[in-house]
């Protein structure tokens, strides 16, 4: 688009209004409820461990199904977005995934809890692909991982809300009860989502000049593309292999993280939240800020291949610090260090996620994110595993530490050799 058109369409948008962004409110909330969802788990590992008589390896199994129905329902979802579109989509997985999330205040052994957390990695695995699904039908390119990174960081406020909230739960109804109240709370989102969420051309609260600024990118084929010819791509595998390597880390983060502060700090169920509510909300700051960076670089006339590998590559240096967590003695120096740390992975992953839509068609979006999602839940079965063997045999957190620091740069380095120059595919 020339660039006096598109400075004449930004005008008319701001006088008209941004409704684009009250979708980006829906999906934000909607990534609150699904990291609650996920992370109690982490925040109650002790009182379920105390309670089911669970040992490392039997929690790092329940942790190791979730991973498994992920991979499975990433790979599920994806596909089913581009088919069937993003709203009804985001409704089918939510609806899974809460109904598994109930159904963990029934469970009574190791089996069971298994069970509730495979069908909740079913569901949840819908939120990203129907949430990019959704934010590349409402933005253009140029907003898109600004976008994505608001709604992700959805992922750190439910992450602060958890520790702060479940232990209260907890405390006073049990721990069966907090997963039943937050999963029946939960349904006023899917009301909501279903209420509005229409694709821009049907939707009637938003102005021409808005849905000219939506649609200021090259039209792109709206059929169908075969599942073969987008596996095939190389530029699939620089996203899924980026995937491979960093979503392991966010998982280890999340859910044993709070055991790590509760072994190594002496920290007890209510005093392990402030220190988890600093990390998420400097995560949080990533979130927005690593979408931020490569949009910025985008707007003063960078190639997206340099705003969004330049911005991965700080993200990468910002993560190496936490190579060396293990062996700070200090609890707030820690909370700083992997604090940084999970700030620079929500950054480096708000640029991977716009990855897809940079370089493929709209109709291929949620199959490419599909597969990418897939790739990096079976990084983190991997992970679990390794995690459960580490700490029951090895009895510390070092080794574990070791493969975070490295593995942004490993996922930057799959990015570039398999995409170099991020050149949009013309044709799958």
């Known amino acids: 688009m020339e660039p006096g058109r598109a400075e004449t369409i930004g005008s008319a948008v701001e006088r008209s209004g941004r409704y684009r962004w009250s979708i980006v ?114 933005f253009p390119a140029k907003e898109r991982a600004f976008a994505i990174g608001v709604f992700n960081a959805g992922a750190n406020i439910g992450a602060i809300i958890t520790p702060l909230a479940i232990p209260v739960l907890t405390i006073t109804y049990g721990w069966r009860m907090a997963f039943v109240v937050t999963g029946v709370v939960s349904f006023v989102w899917l ?67 709070p055991g790590y502060l509760g072994d190594r700090y002496d920290l007890d169920l209510l005093s392990f939240g402030p220190p988890l509510v600093a990390i998420y909300l400097l ?23 340099f705003a969004r590998k330049s911005t991965m590559l700080v993200c ?14 200090n609890l707030w120096v820690a909370v700083l260090v992997i604090g940084i740390a999970t700030a620079a992975h929500q950054a480096f992953s708000a640029n991977l996620y716009t990855l897809p839509s940079d370089l493929f068609p709209r109709a291929a979006v949620g199959s490419v994110i599909g597969i990418g999602g897939t790739v990096g839940a079976v990084g983190g079965m991997m992970m679990a595993k390794y995690a459960g063997f580490v700490l029951d045999g090895v009895g510390s957190y070092a080794p574990l530490f070791y493969v975070a620091g490295s593995a942004y740069f490993l996922a930057l380095g799959a990015v570039h050799l398999l ?3 991020l050149e949009r595919v013309s044709t799958v």
């Open 25 to 138: 409110a829906l999906l934000f909330m909607a990534t609150v409820i699904n990291y609650v969802d996920r992370q109690m788990i982490g925040v109650l590992k002790p009182t379920l461990s105390a309670d089911l008589g669970w040992n490392e390896t039997d929690y790092a199994n329940v942790i190791f199904f979730f991973q498994m129905a992920y991979a499975i329902g990433y790979l599920g979802f994806g596909r089913l977005v581009d088919v069937i579109g993003a709203r009804m989509g985001y409704a089918v997985a939510f609806v899974i995934w809460q109904l598994a999330h109930i159904a963990h205040g029934g469970a009574y052994s190791v089996t069971q809890f298994a069970m509730a957390r495979f069908g909740l990695g079913i569901g949840e695995a819908g939120n990203f692909p129907a949430g990019i699904k959704a934010v590349t039908e409402w």
């Open 191 to 257: 009301i909501a989502w279903l209420a509005i969420y229409r694709r821009p051309r049907e939707h009637r609260k938003v102005t021409g000049a808005e849905l000219a600024w939506i649609e200021q990118d090259p039209a792109d084929t709206g059929t169908a593309i075969g599942w073969r010819r987008i596996a095939t791509r190389r530029e699939t595998w620089a996203y899924a292999l980026g995937k491979f390597f960093i979503d392991p880390i966010w998982w280890f983060f999340l859910f044993w993280l």
């Open 283 to 305: 995560s949080d700051l990533g979130s927005v800020a690593g979408g931020w960076m490569s949009s910025r670089l985008i707007a003063r006339g960078r190639t997206v291949n």
């Open 316 to 329: 990468a240096f910002a993560v190496t610090p936490v190579l060396f967590a293990q062996s700070i003695d």
């Open 419 to 421: 995409s170099p120059r």
